[in-house]
Protein backbone atom coordinates (compact mmCIF):
# COMPACT_ATOMS: atom_id res chain seq x y z
CA UNK A 1 0.00 0.00 0.00
CA UNK A 2 0.93 3.89 -0.23
CA UNK A 3 2.36 5.52 2.08
CA UNK A 4 -0.38 7.16 4.22
CA UNK A 5 0.19 10.64 4.30
CA UNK A 6 -2.37 13.05 4.61
CA UNK A 7 -4.53 10.19 5.13
CA UNK A 8 -5.04 9.27 1.52
CA UNK A 9 -5.39 5.56 1.91
CA UNK A 10 -7.96 6.11 4.64
CA UNK A 11 -9.72 8.17 2.49
CA UNK A 12 -9.73 6.34 -1.22
CA UNK A 13 -10.05 2.67 0.82
CA UNK A 14 -12.14 2.35 3.68
CA UNK A 15 -12.24 5.62 5.90
CA UNK A 16 -14.56 8.36 5.84
CA UNK A 17 -17.96 8.43 3.84
CA UNK A 18 -16.84 7.93 0.74
CA UNK A 19 -14.15 5.09 0.82
CA UNK A 20 -15.22 1.30 0.93
CA UNK A 21 -13.44 -1.28 1.79
CA UNK A 22 -13.56 -4.97 -0.37
CA UNK A 23 -16.20 -6.48 1.71
CA UNK A 24 -18.57 -3.54 1.03
CA UNK A 25 -20.90 -3.63 -2.02
CA UNK A 26 -19.88 -0.42 -3.51
CA UNK A 27 -18.52 -0.68 -7.26
CA UNK A 28 -14.57 -0.21 -7.74
CA UNK A 29 -12.80 1.10 -9.81
CA UNK A 30 -11.19 -1.60 -11.12
CA UNK A 31 -14.42 -2.96 -11.44
CA UNK A 32 -14.81 0.27 -14.55
CA UNK A 33 -11.69 -0.37 -15.79
CA UNK A 34 -12.16 -4.18 -16.57
CA UNK A 35 -15.79 -3.34 -18.40
CA UNK A 36 -14.19 -0.82 -20.26
CA UNK A 37 -11.46 -2.73 -21.27
CA UNK A 38 -13.87 -5.58 -22.27
CA UNK A 39 -15.83 -2.82 -24.27
CA UNK A 40 -12.25 -2.06 -26.22
CA UNK A 41 -11.24 -6.04 -26.98
CA UNK A 42 -14.60 -6.69 -29.54
CA UNK A 43 -15.98 -4.88 -31.90
CA UNK A 44 -19.25 -6.50 -31.27
CA UNK A 45 -21.95 -4.27 -30.39
CA UNK A 46 -24.15 -6.52 -28.55
CA UNK A 47 -20.91 -7.78 -26.43
CA UNK A 48 -20.09 -4.21 -25.74
CA UNK A 49 -23.42 -3.26 -24.86
CA UNK A 50 -23.30 -6.47 -22.77
CA UNK A 51 -20.33 -5.70 -20.83
CA UNK A 52 -21.56 -2.45 -19.71
CA UNK A 53 -24.98 -3.43 -18.95
CA UNK A 54 -23.62 -6.41 -16.59
CA UNK A 55 -21.83 -3.96 -14.63
CA UNK A 56 -24.78 -1.30 -13.93
CA UNK A 57 -26.82 -3.75 -12.47
CA UNK A 58 -24.66 -3.94 -10.21
CA UNK A 59 -24.40 -0.37 -9.26
CA UNK A 60 -26.42 1.59 -7.09
CA UNK A 61 -28.35 3.94 -8.00
CA UNK A 62 -26.08 6.81 -6.53
CA UNK A 63 -23.50 5.06 -8.57
CA UNK A 64 -24.92 4.70 -11.92
CA UNK A 65 -24.16 8.54 -13.17
CA UNK A 66 -19.86 8.02 -12.61
CA UNK A 67 -20.19 4.70 -14.14
CA UNK A 68 -22.19 5.60 -17.15
CA UNK A 69 -20.27 8.90 -17.46
CA UNK A 70 -17.24 7.28 -17.33
CA UNK A 71 -17.61 4.21 -19.89
CA UNK A 72 -19.16 6.82 -22.49
CA UNK A 73 -15.43 8.37 -21.88
CA UNK A 74 -16.07 11.53 -20.10
CA UNK A 75 -15.84 12.70 -16.49
CA UNK A 76 -19.22 13.77 -14.82
CA UNK A 77 -17.76 17.09 -14.57
CA UNK A 78 -17.26 19.21 -17.48
CA UNK A 79 -14.25 21.41 -16.33
CA UNK A 80 -11.56 19.61 -14.23
CA UNK A 81 -8.71 22.56 -14.63
CA UNK A 82 -6.96 19.24 -15.10
CA UNK A 83 -4.24 19.17 -18.38
CA UNK A 84 -2.41 16.54 -19.92
CA UNK A 85 1.11 17.67 -19.06
CA UNK A 86 0.17 18.04 -15.59
CA UNK A 87 -1.07 14.17 -15.85
CA UNK A 88 1.78 13.09 -17.43
CA UNK A 89 4.27 14.50 -15.13
CA UNK A 90 2.76 12.20 -11.89
CA UNK A 91 4.71 9.75 -10.74
CA UNK A 92 3.50 7.55 -8.23
CA UNK A 93 4.25 3.51 -7.37
CA UNK A 94 0.93 2.04 -7.99
CA UNK A 95 -1.19 0.24 -4.75
CA UNK A 96 -0.84 -3.60 -5.09
CA UNK A 97 -4.17 -4.33 -4.86
CA UNK A 98 -7.32 -2.28 -6.10
CA UNK A 99 -9.30 -0.42 -3.29
CA UNK A 100 -10.63 2.42 -5.41
CA UNK A 101 -14.83 3.15 -4.96
CA UNK A 102 -16.61 5.10 -7.79
CA UNK A 103 -17.76 7.16 -5.14
CA UNK A 104 -14.09 7.82 -3.79
CA UNK A 105 -12.96 8.80 -7.48
CA UNK A 106 -16.11 10.95 -8.77
CA UNK A 107 -15.79 12.88 -5.08
CA UNK A 108 -12.15 13.54 -5.71
CA UNK A 109 -13.41 14.58 -9.82
CA UNK A 110 -15.95 16.74 -7.85
CA UNK A 111 -13.58 18.85 -5.70
CA UNK A 112 -10.84 19.34 -8.77
CA UNK A 113 -13.72 20.85 -10.46
CA UNK A 114 -14.77 23.20 -7.69
CA UNK A 115 -10.95 23.94 -7.01
CA UNK A 116 -10.11 27.42 -7.89
CA UNK A 117 -8.64 30.74 -6.59
CA UNK A 118 -5.09 31.16 -5.42
CA UNK A 119 -3.44 27.86 -4.42
CA UNK A 120 -5.53 25.86 -6.73
CA UNK A 121 -2.77 24.37 -8.60
CA UNK A 122 -0.85 23.25 -5.75
CA UNK A 123 -4.72 21.91 -4.66
CA UNK A 124 -5.24 20.00 -7.54
CA UNK A 125 -1.65 18.24 -7.24
CA UNK A 126 -2.12 17.31 -4.07
CA UNK A 127 -5.59 15.80 -4.95
CA UNK A 128 -4.36 14.44 -8.07
CA UNK A 129 -1.53 13.27 -6.11
CA UNK A 130 -3.80 11.26 -3.64
CA UNK A 131 -5.80 9.98 -6.46
CA UNK A 132 -2.99 8.11 -8.60
CA UNK A 133 -1.09 7.05 -5.20
CA UNK A 134 -4.39 4.98 -4.56
CA UNK A 135 -4.55 3.49 -7.95
CA UNK A 136 -3.09 0.72 -9.41
CA UNK A 137 -1.63 0.88 -12.52
CA UNK A 138 -4.22 -0.22 -15.11
CA UNK A 139 -6.63 2.12 -12.75
CA UNK A 140 -4.52 5.03 -13.08
CA UNK A 141 -3.43 4.41 -16.78
CA UNK A 142 -7.68 4.21 -17.43
CA UNK A 143 -7.73 7.88 -15.14
CA UNK A 144 -5.22 9.10 -17.75
CA UNK A 145 -7.14 8.38 -20.54
CA UNK A 146 -10.35 9.29 -18.93
CA UNK A 147 -9.07 13.06 -17.37
CA UNK A 148 -7.52 13.86 -21.08
CA UNK A 149 -10.66 12.56 -22.94
CA UNK A 150 -8.63 9.93 -24.56
CA UNK A 151 -11.42 7.26 -23.68
CA UNK A 152 -14.01 8.88 -26.02
CA UNK A 153 -15.12 6.79 -28.57
CA UNK A 154 -17.62 8.69 -30.28
CA UNK A 155 -20.69 6.23 -31.31
CA UNK A 156 -20.02 4.14 -28.10
CA UNK A 157 -22.60 6.41 -26.69
CA UNK A 158 -25.14 4.50 -28.58
CA UNK A 159 -23.44 1.44 -27.53
CA UNK A 160 -23.79 2.52 -23.65
CA UNK A 161 -27.49 3.35 -24.53
CA UNK A 162 -28.62 0.09 -25.84
CA UNK A 163 -26.97 -1.40 -22.30
CA UNK A 164 -28.81 1.36 -20.02
CA UNK A 165 -31.99 -0.24 -22.17
CA UNK A 166 -30.81 -4.09 -21.43
CA UNK A 167 -29.76 -3.14 -17.85
CA UNK A 168 -33.23 -1.59 -17.13
CA UNK A 169 -35.21 -4.25 -18.81
CA UNK A 170 -37.07 -1.18 -20.65
CA UNK A 171 -37.33 -0.37 -24.76
CA UNK A 172 -33.92 0.87 -25.72
CA UNK A 173 -36.49 3.71 -27.55
CA UNK A 174 -37.37 4.92 -24.60
CA UNK A 175 -34.45 5.21 -23.68
CA UNK A 176 -33.01 7.35 -26.58
CA UNK A 177 -36.03 9.80 -26.53
CA UNK A 178 -35.47 10.60 -23.12
CA UNK A 179 -31.72 11.07 -23.19
CA UNK A 180 -32.08 13.01 -27.05
CA UNK A 181 -34.58 15.42 -24.56
CA UNK A 182 -32.73 15.28 -21.57
CA UNK A 183 -29.20 15.90 -23.07
CA UNK A 184 -27.66 14.06 -20.01
CA UNK A 185 -26.73 10.33 -20.69
CA UNK A 186 -25.82 9.88 -17.07
CA UNK A 187 -28.96 11.43 -16.39
CA UNK A 188 -31.11 8.98 -18.27
CA UNK A 189 -28.69 6.02 -17.12
CA UNK A 190 -30.30 7.02 -13.48
CA UNK A 191 -33.87 7.28 -14.75
CA UNK A 192 -33.96 4.32 -16.53
CA UNK A 193 -32.16 2.30 -13.74
CA UNK A 194 -34.58 3.50 -10.93
CA UNK A 195 -37.60 4.47 -12.64
CA UNK A 196 -38.14 2.04 -15.56
CA UNK A 197 -40.62 2.93 -18.94
CA UNK A 198 -42.93 5.16 -16.86
CA UNK A 199 -39.96 7.50 -16.19
CA UNK A 200 -38.09 7.82 -19.17
CA UNK A 201 -41.38 8.69 -20.60
CA UNK A 202 -41.95 11.34 -18.26
CA UNK A 203 -38.87 13.00 -19.58
CA UNK A 204 -39.93 16.29 -21.49
CA UNK A 205 -38.88 19.02 -23.49
CA UNK A 206 -37.93 21.48 -20.93
CA UNK A 207 -37.83 25.27 -22.52
CA UNK A 208 -34.22 25.78 -21.10
CA UNK A 209 -32.45 22.61 -21.58
CA UNK A 210 -31.30 22.17 -24.95
CA UNK A 211 -32.11 18.82 -26.91
CA UNK A 212 -29.55 16.84 -29.38
CA UNK A 213 -30.97 18.60 -32.66
CA UNK A 214 -31.87 16.39 -36.12
CA UNK A 215 -29.29 15.97 -38.40
CA UNK A 216 -28.79 15.51 -41.99
CA UNK A 217 -27.46 12.37 -44.09
CA UNK A 218 -25.38 13.11 -47.20
CA UNK A 219 -27.35 12.65 -50.56
CA UNK A 220 -26.01 11.22 -53.49
CA UNK A 221 -27.88 13.86 -55.47
CA UNK A 222 -31.29 16.31 -55.82
CA UNK A 223 -32.59 14.05 -57.94
CA UNK A 224 -31.79 10.97 -56.35
CA UNK A 225 -32.62 12.61 -52.88
CA UNK A 226 -35.92 13.81 -54.38
CA UNK A 227 -36.57 10.10 -55.70
CA UNK A 228 -36.15 8.72 -51.96
CA UNK A 229 -38.44 11.13 -50.13
CA UNK A 230 -40.94 11.40 -53.09
CA UNK A 231 -43.00 14.92 -53.75
CA UNK A 232 -44.28 15.93 -49.97
CA UNK A 233 -41.20 17.79 -48.95
CA UNK A 234 -39.47 21.17 -48.68
CA UNK A 235 -35.87 21.79 -50.45
CA UNK A 236 -34.40 24.80 -48.34
CA UNK A 237 -30.55 25.91 -48.53
CA UNK A 238 -27.78 24.94 -46.85
CA UNK A 239 -25.81 27.26 -45.55
CA UNK A 240 -21.91 27.19 -44.57
CA UNK A 241 -22.90 28.47 -40.87
CA UNK A 242 -22.79 27.29 -37.54
CA UNK A 243 -25.92 25.22 -36.14
CA UNK A 244 -27.32 27.06 -33.28
CA UNK A 245 -30.54 26.41 -31.03
CA UNK A 246 -32.10 28.93 -29.38
CA UNK A 247 -34.72 28.99 -26.38
CA UNK A 248 -36.37 31.57 -25.17
CA UNK A 249 -38.95 31.42 -21.89
CA UNK A 250 -40.24 35.24 -21.40
CA UNK A 251 -37.25 37.54 -21.32
CA UNK A 252 -34.44 34.57 -20.65
CA UNK A 253 -32.96 33.81 -24.12
CA UNK A 254 -30.11 31.10 -24.08
CA UNK A 255 -28.38 30.14 -26.83
CA UNK A 256 -26.55 26.44 -27.71
CA UNK A 257 -24.52 25.38 -30.36
CA UNK A 258 -24.57 21.88 -32.30
CA UNK A 259 -22.79 20.40 -29.50
CA UNK A 260 -25.07 22.14 -26.58
CA UNK A 261 -21.90 24.29 -25.73
CA UNK A 262 -24.53 27.30 -24.61
CA UNK A 263 -22.68 30.81 -26.37
CA UNK A 264 -25.28 32.86 -24.69
CA UNK A 265 -23.18 35.49 -23.56
CA UNK A 266 -21.13 35.36 -26.84
CA UNK A 267 -24.15 35.96 -29.57
CA UNK A 268 -25.98 39.15 -27.90
CA UNK A 269 -27.44 40.19 -31.52
CA UNK A 270 -28.89 36.49 -31.47
CA UNK A 271 -30.56 37.17 -28.02
CA UNK A 272 -32.02 40.31 -29.16
CA UNK A 273 -33.58 39.66 -32.03
CA UNK A 274 -34.66 35.97 -30.71
CA UNK A 275 -36.26 38.35 -27.40
CA UNK A 276 -38.15 40.71 -29.99
CA UNK A 277 -40.30 37.86 -31.35
CA UNK A 278 -43.93 37.75 -30.37
CA UNK A 279 -44.37 34.93 -28.16
CA UNK A 280 -43.79 34.01 -24.48
CA UNK A 281 -41.65 30.97 -24.87
CA UNK A 282 -40.45 29.28 -27.90
CA UNK A 283 -37.57 26.77 -29.06
CA UNK A 284 -36.27 27.27 -32.30
CA UNK A 285 -33.38 25.24 -34.65
CA UNK A 286 -31.46 26.96 -37.30
CA UNK A 287 -28.03 28.17 -38.58
CA UNK A 288 -26.18 31.54 -38.18
CA UNK A 289 -23.36 32.80 -39.76
CA UNK A 290 -21.97 35.78 -40.49
CA UNK A 291 -22.85 38.01 -43.80
CA UNK A 292 -20.93 40.23 -45.74
CA UNK A 293 -22.32 43.61 -47.08
CA UNK A 294 -23.56 42.34 -50.52
CA UNK A 295 -25.64 39.39 -48.21
CA UNK A 296 -22.88 36.60 -48.93
CA UNK A 297 -21.65 34.91 -46.88
CA UNK A 298 -18.09 35.34 -45.51
CA UNK A 299 -15.73 32.50 -44.05
CA UNK A 300 -16.77 30.10 -41.95
CA UNK A 301 -13.80 30.87 -39.46
CA UNK A 302 -15.38 34.54 -39.42
CA UNK A 303 -18.69 32.73 -37.80
CA UNK A 304 -17.05 30.77 -35.72
CA UNK A 305 -14.51 32.98 -34.47
CA UNK A 306 -17.54 34.33 -32.14
CA UNK A 307 -17.66 31.42 -30.27
CA UNK A 308 -14.49 31.35 -28.67
CA UNK A 309 -14.56 33.02 -25.12
CA UNK A 310 -11.02 34.66 -25.38
CA UNK A 311 -11.44 35.70 -29.30
CA UNK A 312 -14.32 36.59 -30.10
CA UNK A 313 -14.41 39.08 -33.11
CA UNK A 314 -17.42 41.16 -31.60
CA UNK A 315 -17.01 43.29 -35.52
CA UNK A 316 -18.36 39.94 -36.59
CA UNK A 317 -22.09 40.23 -36.55
CA UNK A 318 -23.99 37.09 -36.92
CA UNK A 319 -27.62 36.22 -39.07
CA UNK A 320 -30.14 33.87 -37.66
CA UNK A 321 -31.95 31.75 -39.99
CA UNK A 322 -34.18 29.46 -38.65
CA UNK A 323 -35.51 26.32 -40.39
CA UNK A 324 -37.45 24.72 -37.27
CA UNK A 325 -39.55 24.84 -34.10
CA UNK A 326 -39.81 23.00 -31.52
CA UNK A 327 -41.58 24.52 -28.82
CA UNK A 328 -44.22 27.52 -29.05
CA UNK A 329 -45.86 29.27 -25.96
CA UNK A 330 -46.32 25.36 -24.02
CA UNK A 331 -47.14 23.85 -27.20
CA UNK A 332 -44.80 20.76 -27.76
CA UNK A 333 -44.24 20.48 -31.62
CA UNK A 334 -41.67 17.51 -31.56
CA UNK A 335 -43.77 15.17 -32.72
CA UNK A 336 -45.88 16.78 -34.94
CA UNK A 337 -45.23 16.50 -38.98
CA UNK A 338 -42.72 19.05 -40.42
CA UNK A 339 -45.21 20.79 -42.58
CA UNK A 340 -46.79 21.63 -38.99
CA UNK A 341 -43.58 22.89 -37.55
CA UNK A 342 -43.11 24.44 -40.86
CA UNK A 343 -46.80 26.43 -40.66
CA UNK A 344 -45.99 27.40 -36.81
CA UNK A 345 -42.42 28.79 -37.18
CA UNK A 346 -44.28 30.93 -40.73
CA UNK A 347 -46.79 32.44 -38.37
CA UNK A 348 -44.16 33.45 -35.24
CA UNK A 349 -41.51 34.80 -38.01
CA UNK A 350 -44.32 36.60 -40.06
CA UNK A 351 -44.38 40.02 -38.14
CA UNK A 352 -40.67 39.98 -37.40
CA UNK A 353 -39.18 43.63 -37.74
CA UNK A 354 -35.89 42.60 -36.75
CA UNK A 355 -34.16 40.20 -39.34
CA UNK A 356 -34.97 36.60 -37.95
CA UNK A 357 -34.93 35.17 -41.46
CA UNK A 358 -36.45 31.85 -42.36
CA UNK A 359 -34.33 29.13 -44.40
CA UNK A 360 -35.04 29.91 -47.53
CA UNK A 361 -36.56 26.71 -49.47
CA UNK A 362 -39.65 26.17 -51.18
CA UNK A 363 -42.30 23.70 -50.18
CA UNK A 364 -43.64 20.76 -52.69
CA UNK A 365 -41.46 21.78 -55.65
CA UNK A 366 -41.15 20.11 -58.68
CA UNK A 367 -37.74 18.80 -60.10
CA UNK A 368 -37.18 22.47 -62.17
CA UNK A 369 -38.07 24.45 -58.99
CA UNK A 370 -36.15 21.95 -56.55
CA UNK A 371 -33.30 22.61 -59.20
CA UNK A 372 -34.07 26.34 -58.99
CA UNK A 373 -33.39 26.01 -55.31
CA UNK A 374 -30.28 24.55 -55.36
CA UNK A 375 -28.86 26.70 -57.85
CA UNK A 376 -30.01 30.16 -56.45
CA UNK A 377 -28.22 28.69 -52.92
CA UNK A 378 -24.87 28.17 -55.25
CA UNK A 379 -25.21 31.49 -56.64
CA UNK A 380 -25.80 32.82 -52.99
CA UNK A 381 -22.69 31.33 -52.10
CA UNK A 382 -23.76 28.53 -50.10
CA UNK A 383 -23.52 25.24 -50.15
CA UNK A 384 -26.30 23.46 -51.40
CA UNK A 385 -29.92 22.38 -50.00
CA UNK A 386 -31.45 19.70 -47.80
CA UNK A 387 -34.16 17.83 -48.74
CA UNK A 388 -36.70 17.34 -45.67
CA UNK A 389 -39.96 14.99 -45.59
CA UNK A 390 -42.82 16.89 -44.77
CA UNK A 391 -44.56 14.06 -42.73
CA UNK A 392 -41.32 13.65 -40.83
CA UNK A 393 -41.41 14.49 -36.80
CA UNK A 394 -38.05 15.96 -34.91
CA UNK A 395 -35.87 12.96 -34.54
CA UNK A 396 -33.80 14.78 -31.87
CA UNK A 397 -29.94 13.28 -32.13
CA UNK A 398 -30.63 11.40 -35.16
CA UNK A 399 -28.87 11.10 -38.34
CA UNK A 400 -31.36 9.62 -40.68
CA UNK A 401 -32.99 9.49 -44.32
CA UNK A 402 -35.57 12.09 -43.25
CA UNK A 403 -33.59 15.18 -44.04
CA UNK A 404 -31.09 14.09 -46.59
CA UNK A 405 -27.94 17.33 -47.78
CA UNK A 406 -27.04 17.52 -50.62
CA UNK A 407 -23.86 19.49 -52.61
CA UNK A 408 -22.15 19.52 -55.74
CA UNK A 409 -19.03 18.59 -54.38
CA UNK A 410 -18.84 15.33 -52.06
CA UNK A 411 -17.66 16.38 -48.27
CA UNK A 412 -16.85 14.33 -45.51
CA UNK A 413 -16.48 15.25 -41.44
CA UNK A 414 -13.75 12.41 -40.24
CA UNK A 415 -11.31 12.13 -37.80
CA UNK A 416 -7.69 13.48 -37.61
CA UNK A 417 -5.83 10.51 -36.07
CA UNK A 418 -2.05 11.34 -37.48
CA UNK A 419 0.12 13.55 -39.10
CA UNK A 420 3.51 12.89 -41.23
CA UNK A 421 5.98 15.14 -41.33
CA UNK A 422 6.56 17.11 -44.63
CA UNK A 423 9.55 17.61 -47.03
CA UNK A 424 10.40 19.77 -49.50
CA UNK A 425 8.99 23.24 -48.85
CA UNK A 426 6.85 21.75 -45.74
CA UNK A 427 9.87 20.51 -44.29
CA UNK A 428 9.40 21.08 -40.26
CA UNK A 429 5.81 20.75 -40.84
CA UNK A 430 3.02 18.62 -39.77
CA UNK A 431 1.51 18.01 -42.84
CA UNK A 432 -0.06 15.38 -44.33
CA UNK A 433 -2.70 13.88 -42.19
CA UNK A 434 -4.23 10.22 -41.61
CA UNK A 435 -7.96 10.51 -41.76
CA UNK A 436 -10.68 8.10 -39.81
CA UNK A 437 -14.23 7.80 -40.29
CA UNK A 438 -16.64 7.12 -37.29
CA UNK A 439 -16.92 3.36 -35.99
CA UNK A 440 -20.59 3.10 -35.44
CA UNK A 441 -20.23 0.68 -32.48
CA UNK A 442 -17.27 2.96 -30.65
CA UNK A 443 -14.31 1.61 -31.62
CA UNK A 444 -11.28 3.33 -32.94
CA UNK A 445 -11.97 5.83 -35.87
CA UNK A 446 -11.57 3.31 -39.04
CA UNK A 447 -8.60 5.07 -40.97
CA UNK A 448 -9.79 5.78 -44.98
CA UNK A 449 -6.74 8.02 -46.27
CA UNK A 450 -4.62 10.81 -45.81
CA UNK A 451 -4.01 14.17 -47.39
CA UNK A 452 -1.89 17.50 -47.62
CA UNK A 453 -3.82 18.77 -50.33
CA UNK A 454 -5.78 21.94 -50.11
CA UNK A 455 -3.35 23.59 -46.93
CA UNK A 456 -2.16 26.88 -46.74
CA UNK A 457 0.60 27.78 -45.01
CA UNK A 458 -1.16 29.43 -42.12
CA UNK A 459 -2.85 26.06 -41.30
CA UNK A 460 0.46 23.98 -42.12
CA UNK A 461 1.85 26.02 -39.10
CA UNK A 462 -1.24 25.77 -36.28
CA UNK A 463 -1.26 21.97 -37.04
CA UNK A 464 2.34 22.17 -36.21
CA UNK A 465 2.04 23.64 -33.33
CA UNK A 466 -0.91 21.73 -31.96
CA UNK A 467 -1.12 18.14 -33.12
CA UNK A 468 2.53 17.51 -30.21
CA UNK A 469 -0.34 18.00 -27.67
CA UNK A 470 -2.92 15.76 -28.67
CA UNK A 471 -0.39 13.41 -29.48
CA UNK A 472 -0.78 9.45 -28.19
CA UNK A 473 2.34 8.24 -29.82
CA UNK A 474 5.39 10.14 -30.93
CA UNK A 475 7.56 8.57 -34.24
CA UNK A 476 10.47 9.85 -36.65
CA UNK A 477 7.92 9.59 -39.32
CA UNK A 478 5.11 12.15 -37.02
CA UNK A 479 2.74 11.58 -34.70
CA UNK A 480 -0.29 9.55 -34.19
CA UNK A 481 -2.89 11.32 -32.64
CA UNK A 482 -5.47 11.25 -30.10
CA UNK A 483 -8.95 10.89 -31.41
CA UNK A 484 -10.16 15.11 -31.04
CA UNK A 485 -10.09 16.89 -34.26
CA UNK A 486 -12.87 16.78 -36.63
CA UNK A 487 -11.85 18.14 -40.37
CA UNK A 488 -13.96 18.69 -43.46
CA UNK A 489 -12.61 16.53 -46.50
CA UNK A 490 -13.50 17.01 -50.33
CA UNK A 491 -13.67 14.37 -52.27
CA UNK A 492 -14.23 13.16 -55.49
CA UNK A 493 -15.84 9.70 -54.12
CA UNK A 494 -14.40 6.64 -52.91
CA UNK A 495 -12.78 3.63 -54.43
CA UNK A 496 -12.71 -0.27 -53.12
CA UNK A 497 -9.54 -0.27 -51.47
CA UNK A 498 -7.46 -3.66 -49.34
CA UNK A 499 -4.90 -0.97 -48.02
CA UNK A 500 -7.53 0.31 -45.43
CA UNK A 501 -9.32 -1.83 -42.67
CA UNK A 502 -12.16 -0.37 -43.92
CA UNK A 503 -11.91 -1.52 -47.19
CA UNK A 504 -12.39 2.07 -49.04
CA UNK A 505 -10.14 4.78 -49.52
CA UNK A 506 -11.03 8.20 -50.51
CA UNK A 507 -10.26 9.62 -53.71
CA UNK A 508 -8.44 12.81 -54.73
CA UNK A 509 -9.10 14.08 -50.73
CA UNK A 510 -8.17 17.46 -49.81
CA UNK A 511 -8.99 19.70 -46.50
CA UNK A 512 -12.00 22.37 -46.53
CA UNK A 513 -11.79 23.36 -43.10
CA UNK A 514 -11.40 21.81 -39.57
CA UNK A 515 -14.82 21.73 -37.78
CA UNK A 516 -14.31 23.23 -34.04
CA UNK A 517 -17.97 23.07 -34.24
CA UNK A 518 -18.06 19.05 -34.43
CA UNK A 519 -16.70 16.53 -31.57
CA UNK A 520 -15.45 12.92 -33.04
CA UNK A 521 -19.25 11.49 -31.88
CA UNK A 522 -20.44 13.70 -34.91
CA UNK A 523 -18.17 12.85 -37.60
CA UNK A 524 -19.16 10.86 -40.59
CA UNK A 525 -19.22 7.14 -40.13
CA UNK A 526 -17.56 4.58 -41.85
CA UNK A 527 -20.90 3.32 -43.40
CA UNK A 528 -21.25 6.81 -44.76
CA UNK A 529 -18.21 6.70 -46.39
CA UNK A 530 -18.71 3.33 -48.18
CA UNK A 531 -21.90 4.67 -49.13
CA UNK A 532 -20.02 7.36 -51.76
CA UNK A 533 -19.07 4.00 -53.51
CA UNK A 534 -22.07 4.18 -55.85
CA UNK A 535 -22.40 7.89 -56.03
CA UNK A 536 -21.59 9.52 -59.57
CA UNK A 537 -18.81 11.76 -59.63
Known sequence: MPPTTNGWPERFTGGGNVGATCDDALVLLAEVVAASAAVAATRARTAKAAAIAELLRRADPDEVPAVTAWLAGD????????????????????????????????????????????????????????????????????????????????????????????????????????FMLSGSLPGTAATALTGGVAALEAVRLEVGRPVHPMLASPGSSLDDALADLGADVTVEFKLDGARVQVHRDGDDVRVWTRTLREITEAVPELVERVRALPCRSAVL??????????????????????????TADESVLLSPFFFDLLHLDGRD?????????????????????????????????????????????????????????????????????????????HT???????????????????????????????????????????????????????????????????????????????????????????GVALRFARVVRYRPDKTPGQADTIEAVRGLLASPR
Open 75 to 178: PLQSRLGVGWRTLTRLEHEPAGEPALTVHAVDAVLAELAATSGAGSAARRETLLAGLFSAATGEEQRFLVRLLTGELRQGALEGVVLDAVAAAADVPAAAVRRA
Open 333 to 409: LLDEPLAARLDALAGLLAADEHAVLRMPGVRRPDPAQAAGVLADALAAGHEGVVVKDLGAPYAAGRRGRAWQKVKPV
Open 412 to 502: LDLVVIGAEWGYGRRSGKLSNIHLGARDPDGGEPVMVGKTFKGMTDELLAWQTRTFPDLAREQHQWGVLLRPELVVEIAVDGVQRSPRYPG
Open 285 to 310: DGETLALDDDGRPRAFQDTMSRFGAA
